[in-house]
């Protein structure tokens, strides 16, 4: 019985780790310069609407980025509804390659107002990256920087999931 209970509490350990490790939910990027991006992919069209909507900038620090992954090369276009805090935006091609960089989009807290909510140009590419404007982190990337992919699935492997997670969806 001893056994059988440190199995059990062995698994469900594991579960957790392996729950709040999900290589669909966060991972690392990681600069030019060898520095870490903290990133939340995002990818479900709810959770895309909500980006970084109602995050306080005290629950999102400079190291931290939000990932709009997409599946093929688009415009794309984003507006700051209920966001607490400026915003870069970094627009990636296939290969996480900096395609162009929106500066300091300006936060706007609620929704009252949509015609006062700030809104980003369009601008193509294959993945959007937004991090705090006031990020050091973020003020030192530019156009042509390419970032590197750190997870436990590569970045193809990861487009398969979630193509296989989107077509459970629907």
Sequence with gaps: MRKFLTLLLLLSLSA???ESQDPLKSLELQ?????LIQTSLVYMPKDMEQGLSGVKPENFSDNQGM???????????FWMPDTYFDLDLFYLDKDLKILDIIRKL????GR???DLIPRARGAWGRYVLEMKATSP????????????WKSSLNLQETEERIKLSLKGTN
């Design 16 to 18: 957790c780790q392996s």
């Design 112 to 114: 009252a107002n949509p």
């Design 106 to 109: 300006p936060f706007y807290v």
């Design 137 to 148: 982190v973020s003020a030192k990337l530019k156009i042509g920087d390419q970032l590197q």
């Design 31 to 35: 600069t030019p310069a060898g520095e």
């Design 67 to 77: 990932l709009f992954f997409y599946l093929n090369d688009q415009e794309m276009h």
